[in-house]
Structure formats: structure tokens, C-alpha cells
């Protein structure tokens, strides 16, 4: 069974920084990429960042604008997303994800339908 595992989410004054960690587990698993995402209160889940393990290649949203970096080690199957300059609409619970792995086929990394695993999130809270 994959178990996905976020930690790290706390509450913090705006303007500062934290660093989420994900670790994904199990006898079975594998990815081709893993990505974060985020979920405010009565919004829909969006896409924060994502690493593809082959070549190491970063993609972001729009709205991070150099604020947040996506890295990882995929030999760890972990992922980690350093979040800086912290924004009050930063406040959310933020999700670690990972594809189903096996042969790369192209999925949109964005996507929260090409991710196979979830973890059940980590709150960060950004205040004045």
C-alpha cells in the first residue's frame, strides 16, 4: 500500500518562510513526477508546483512568481516545497501528490487527475 506523508505546515507571520517535506512509501511504488498543490477554505484545489524526476525539471502556478521552490530526491521519493515571502492568501492546506509511475505517458502536470497518490495535507496558516 503507498502511503503519502506531508509535514511541516505551521502557522506563521506573513512575510516569513516554512518548508514542507512529503515522503511517499510503499513496496510497490514509483512516480514520474510529484507535485504540491493547495485547497483554501470554500475554493477549489489548485496547483502549486511540481518536479518531473527524469531531467529534474520545476514547474510552478502563475501566482508563486519565485516565491516558492519545488525540490526533491527522487530516489527518496521525496519532495519538498520551500514557501518564502508568505502572503495571507497563502493560507491553506497544502497537499503533496504523486503520479502512478511506470512508463511515462504525458500528463499535464497541473492536473490533479494525472496524480494517482494523495496525502492528506498539511495547514498553513499565514497571519498579519
Known amino acids: 500500500q503507498v502511503q503519502v506523508v506531508e509535514s511541516g505546515g505551521r502557522s506563521v507571520q506573513a512575510g516569513g518562510s516554512l518548508r514542507l517535506s512529503c515522503a511517499a512509501s510503499?513496496?510497490?511504488?514509483?512516480?514520474?513526477?510529484m507535485g504540491w498543490f493547495r485547497q483554501a477554505p470554500g475554493k477549489e484545489r489548485e496547483f502549486v508546483g511540481a518536479i518531473m524526476w527524469s531531467g529534474g525539471d520545476t514547474y510552478y502556478a502563475d501566482f508563486v512568481k519565485g516565491r516558492f521552490t519545488v525540490s526533491g530526491d527522487g530516489a527518496k521519493n521525496s519532495v519538498y516545497l520551500q514557501l518564502n515571502s508568505l502572503k495571507l492568501e497563502d493560507t491553506a492546506v497544502y497537499y503533496c501528490a504523486a503520479d502512478s509511475g511506470g512508463t511515462y505517458r504525458y500528463k499535464p502536470i497541473s492536473v490533479t487527475g494525472s496524480y494517482t497518490y494523495w496525502g492528506q495535507g498539511t495547514q498553513v496558516t499565514v497571519s498579519s
Open positions: 510503499g513496496r510497490t511504488f514509483s512516480s514520474n513526477f
